[in-house]
């Protein structure tokens, strides 16, 4: 039998988010020798965004692999398939749980659970929390990192799984992620049922889209009582600098919203009105579609670090993951005869999958922000219901 290629080898990811917590959690049941490091100071240290839907193919599969489908199961939410969409004098166009009966056609799971059940699947000790990855140094055949808090460790192989922002691309590629022109702006409603009941009862524990203007507004429930909202519009790239907005200041963010989206109903401007904590400006960005980078010897990247996306597609959690399933098959299959000919047909699989995903979401991105996105999200998901029916 061949070798499994991480045996005696130091496995080091930098980011615990889920690509880096399921790559972890896939290569340690497999015996290898694997640390995460963590920029955030520990597990609480900050509140987790909305619901992600997981895909059989990929994000569940991924779990499969990891033997954490039962935990999967205790802690997803059937009702969060619930789906409608609204324009924007929030006025119901479609309205239907899009998760059939057992909510378990793309069932959504809330991200800190989703977190939880990965970390809580991993050996004590394995993530190291409040270690911001800073730089790294190549040492004959092993890597250096370094840490903002001046630690240092030795890795024989390492993998950037730290987001969108990532401080280990540079490292890998000259690629940067190119800004997509829509602009994300975030903000949370805690008790939503007590604060702003009607829009609770609007939701119904599921997701609203709402779409005008060439405008979106997605409102998503989360378990713990709260719900997440986003913006999405076109601003240019310095917008979060150059608007001179205080994103503390409720009252300043309600009135941009008064503004950019003047005409959308009051159940919109009461989000902004109830939000709790400051609002979070998220310029969206995308890697260049069709292009890679020469394979490292022992370095690479999963997840948004790689092929950080719009979230129109509701796809980047669910790539991060699959990178995590295929990378860790290609270092345990026993078919590569070494690591950086293992990292090499990882990488091949995932630019070739992300050149058609990130081509999708960019699609969605455009189309969702055009003057006929309501008509065309309506009919998609029509037509979907009604080949469900048919079927
Ligand atoms: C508003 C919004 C909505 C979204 N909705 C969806 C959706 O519905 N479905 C979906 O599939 N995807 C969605 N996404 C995308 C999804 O969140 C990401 O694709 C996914 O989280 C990527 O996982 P990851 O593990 O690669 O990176 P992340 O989740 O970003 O995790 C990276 C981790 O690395 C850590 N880190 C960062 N820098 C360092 C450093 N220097 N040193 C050490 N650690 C570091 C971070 O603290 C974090 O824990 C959405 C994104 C946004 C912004």
Do not use: H, M, V
């Given at each position: 039998m061949t070798p499994q290629l991480t045996a005696n080898k130091k496995i080091a990811i930098i980011g615990g988010g889920p690509g880096g917590l399921t790559l972890a959690k896939l290569l340690q049941m497999n015996g290898a020798d694997v640390t995460v490091y963590e920029r955030d100071e520990h597990k609480d240290a900050r509140s987790q965004g909305a619901t992600l839907d997981l895909h059989h193919e990929s994000g569940l599969a991924a779990l499969q692999a990891a033997g954490l489908m039962d935990a999967f199961k205790a802690n997803?939410?059937?009702?969060?398939?619930?789906m409608r969409i609204l324009d924007k004098a929030a006025k119901i166009q479609f309205d239907e749980n899009i998760n059939g009966d057992d909510g378990f056609n793309r069932p959504e799971i809330d991200r800190g659970p989703l977190n939880t059940i990965l970390l809580e699947s991993l050996a004590p000790g394995t993530v190291v929390w409040d270690q911001q990855f800073s730089s790294l140094a190549h040492e004959g055949n092993r890597i250096r990192l370094m840490f903002k808090n001046g630690t240092a460790v030795h890795a024989d192989l390492v993998i950037g799984a730290d987001g969108a922002n990532s401080k280990v691309r540079p490292y890998i590629t000259d690629l940067r992620p190119v800004y997509s022109g829509n602009m994300v702006l975030e903000g949370t409603v805690y008790d939503s049922a007590n604060i702003i009941p009607k829009t609770h009862e609007l939701l119904n524990g599921g997701k609203i889209f709402a779409l005008g203007d060439s405008k979106t507004l997605v409102v998503s429930s989360k378990g713990d009582g709260s719900l997440v909202f986003y913006t999405g519009s076109s601003l240019p790239e310095n917008w979060p600098r150059?608007?001179?907005?205080?994103?503390?200041d409720k009252e300043e963010v309600t009135a941009w919203f008064k503004t950019e989206f003047a005409g959308w109903g009051d159940t919109w401007l009461e989000l902004f009105e109830n939000a709790s904590g400051p609002f979070i400006p998220r310029p969206q960005y995308c890697m260049p579609l069709d292009k890679s980078w020469p394979t490292l010897p022992n370095l690479t990247l999963v997840g948004d670090a790689a092929h950080v996306m719009p979230p129109y597609a509701g796809e980047g959690v669910n790539m991060a993951m699959l990178d995590a399933l295929e990378l860790s098959q290609c270092l345990l299959n026993g078919a590569f005869k070494d690591i950086p000919t293992a990292l090499a047909a990882y990488e091949k699989q995932m630019h070739e999958r992300f050149a058609e995903v990130g081509k999708e979401t960019l699609e969605n991105t455009r189309w969702m922000h055009s003057p006929e996105a309501l008509s065309i999200m309506v009919d998609f998901f029509s037509q979907a219901k009604k080949h469900q029916g048919s079927a």
């Open positions: 997803y939410r059937p009702e969060a398939g619930y150059e608007s001179g907005l205080n994103f503390s």
